[in-house]
């Protein structure tokens, strides 16, 4: 997958809903509602962004008949929005973690911050639960079905050098690269209103800005 300021549709898994039935769709809820993203690739056919479960890597799953337009793996395409997780602590551990010598105290004070980061975590993921999703807002895209992330690289996709790579990410290694803004691909749609079900919209990256998330080859 790479980035673009391209929209994609933002659609029930089980039941994808048209764009016009958005305006009398439900409300997306944190840490609650199931979705998958469904993009219209140059191609003209439909596709679904959609997680590889073998190494991590994204990709577009083409549909060969747009009747059914459902994702070919459900699972792997099915994403939950959650509020976007500290990372300070938890990167100042990993970085400890990966060189040679330290103190047990240093090492020891590390391992409590990091700790207490991902309390701080949780209780914000459990506050944030059932709230509706708003244009603007700040997320993490989760795929449930691995406990992974959608992250950004700051590499270059390939066939495309004004594209960058993602994938998903362990949700151990929290970062920046795992923060997402998304905002609406249409002007029906304006900044603090409710995210719902068949919206189109744009996603983009908040470590990157002006970087957007979209199908690739």
Known sequence: ?????????????????????????????????????????????????????????MYCDLLD??????????????????PPAQYTASRAWQKFAAKVGGSHEEKAALEDAAD?????????????SSGA?????????HQAVSDKYLQA?????EGDS???RCSMCDRERRSKMLWWSIRPGFRTRTEGEEIRMGD?????????PVRWFSSGK
């Open 200 to 208: 189109t919209i744009v996603i983009e990256s908040l470590k990157m």
């Open 116 to 128: 207490a980061e991902e309390h701080i975590n949780e209780t914000e993921l459990e506050l944030a």
């Open 65 to 82: 008949d747009t009747e059914e337009c459902h994702p070919p793996r459900p699972l792997f395409a099915r994403f939950t929005l959650h």
């Open 162 to 164: 004004t594209a960058l």
């Open 1 to 57: 997958m790479s980035f673009h300021a391209t929209p994609v549709a933002i659609v029930s898994p089980a039941q994808p809903l048209s764009c016009t039935a958005a305006l009398t769709a439900p409300c997306l809820r944190v840490a609650q509602d199931d979705f998958a993203l469904q993009t219209i690739p140059e191609q003209g056919s439909v596709g679904f962004c959609t997680a590889n479960q073998a190494d991590g890597s």
């Open 153 to 157: 690289h700051q590499s270059v996709a």
């Open 133 to 141: 999703a708003i244009f603007g807002g700040t997320f993490q895209l």
